[in-house]
DNA sequence: CCCACACCGATT
DNA sequence: ATCGGTGTGG
C-alpha cells in the first residue's frame, strides 16, 4: 500500500528505538512483525509498504489526525510534529518479542542493543534469508545464562531468561492478557516481575501491549521533561516519584495521546545526542 | 522518600 | 567516567 510522507516517515519509525531488528535495504526497510516480514520501500511522494506492515505501523491511524489532537491538548510540540512528520508509535504483534527486545536495552546503547536483540531472534525460526520469527518464551527461558555472555550480553544474560521463567510461571497468556486491562495495571503487574523497572515495563506496555498513554521515561525524555515542565528538577536523578509524576502530567495533557506526545520529545533528544556525540568526536 | 552503588562492556 | 535501568542498601 503507498503512504504519503506527511503520513509515515519509516526510517523515523524504525530507527527511533521502538524495534531493533530492521535493516536497510537498497530502497528502504525490511523486518519482522510478528511471523510476517514487513517491507517498505521509498517511492515517489511517499512509501510503499506491505500489507503487514499496517498494523505494526497502524496505519490505519490517521497520522494527521493524531497531530491535531495533540495539538489541540497542547501546543508546544508544535514544532517537533514539523520536524519528525511520519514518526509514529509502532504496534508490534507479539508481546514477548518487545518484553525481550526492551530487556537489552537498560544502561546500554543502540550499537550494543541492536546485535543483542538481533542475537536473540537468531533463536527463533528462520522465516526468509536471515530474518527470524522471534523465538518463544519457552525457548529463551531455556538459554544458558554462559552462551548469552559469551555474545556480549554481560548481567542482561542472567536476567532475559530468569524473566522469562518468570512469565512461563504465570498462567497461559499472561503476557498478552495486559493488553486487555487498563494501562496502570498491566503496568504494575509488569513491574511485579524481578528485572523489569518501570520504564521497560512502559516500553513493553507502549509497544507491545498498545497502551498509548505509556509513557516511558528515561534519561533523554527525563531531560526534555525537566526543559519543559520540572526546571527545578534539572540535574536531578529520577526516582520512582519523580518518574511517575512525568508520566502522569504527560497524561494529563495529552491523555491516551501520551504516548505518540512523547515519542516527539525523546526522537529531539536522541538526535542532539548522537549528533553531539559525532561533532565530539570529529574535534 | 531520596540518593549511592554495583552491574557489563563500549566509548570517552 | 559515562551510559536508552534495576535492585538493594543506607
Redesign the pocket.
Given at each position: 500500500m503507498f503512504v504519503p510522507y506527511s503520513e509515515l516517515d519509516v526510517d523515523l519509525c524504525v530507527s527511533?528505538?521502538?524495534v531493533f531488528r530492521f535493516h536497510k535495504t537498497g530502497e528502504g526497510w525490511i523486518g519482522i512483525d510478528g511471523s510476517d516480514v514487513v517491507t517498505a520501500r521509498r517511492v515517489q511522494g511517499g512509501w510503499e509498504v506491505s500489507e503487514s506492515g499496517r498494523e505494526l505501523f497502524q496505519l490505519q491511524i490517521s497520522l494527521c489526525d493524531i497531530e491535531r489532537r495533540i495539538l489541540e491538548r497542547s501546543g508546544e510540540l508544535a514544532k517537533r510534529l514539523g520536524r519528525f512528520r511520519g514518526l509514529r508509535v509502532l504496534k508490534q504483534k507479539y508481546a514477548h518479542e518487545t518484553l525481550f527486545s526492551f530487556l537489552c536495552?537498560?544502561?546500554?546503547?543502540?550499537?550494543?542493543?541492536v546485535p543483542m536483540v538481533r542475537h536473540l531472534g537468531s533463536y527463533g525460526n528462520e522465516i526468509c534469508d536471515g530474518l527470524y520469527e522471534f523465538p518463544s518464551i519457552e525457548r529463551i527461558a531455556e538459554i544458558p545464562e554462559n552462551e548469552l555472555?559469551k555474545a556480549?550480553f554481560?548481567?542482561r544474560a542472567?536476567t532475559i531468561p530468569n524473566v522469562a521463567r518468570q512469565v512461563l510461571a504465570r498462567p497461559e497468556r499472561w503476557l498478552t492478557s495486559l493488553r486487555t486491562m487498563p494501562y496502570k495495571e498491566a503496568h504494575s503487574s509488569l513491574?511485579e516481575?524481578?528485572?523489569?523497572?518501570?520504564?521497560?515495563?512502559d516500553c513493553v506496555c507502549l509497544v507491545g501491549l498498545w497502551h498509548t498513554e505509556a509513557v516511558p521515561v528515561?534519561?533523554?525524555l527525563w531531560q526534555a521533561a525537566c526543559d519543559l515542565y520540572f526546571p527545578e528538577w534539572k540535574g536531578?536523578?529520577i526516582?520512582?516519584?519523580?518518574y511517575d509524576a512525568v508520566g502522569n502530567l504527560m497524561r494529563e495533557k495529552f491523555g491516551e495521546l501520551a504516548g505518540w506526545a512523547h515519542q516527539y520529545l525523546f526522537y529531539e533528544r536522541?538526535l542532539d545526542?548522537r549528533k553531539g556525540?559525532h561533532v565530539?568526536?570529529q574535534t
Open positions: 527511533s528505538g521502538q536495552t537498560p544502561n546500554n546503547n543502540l550499537n550494543r542493543i555472555r556480549g554481560g548481567y542472567r513491574c516481575i524481578d528485572g523489569i523497572g518501570p520504564k521497560v515495563a528515561d534519561t533523554h536531578k536523578s526516582t520512582q516519584n519523580r536522541i545526542y556525540k565530539y568526536s
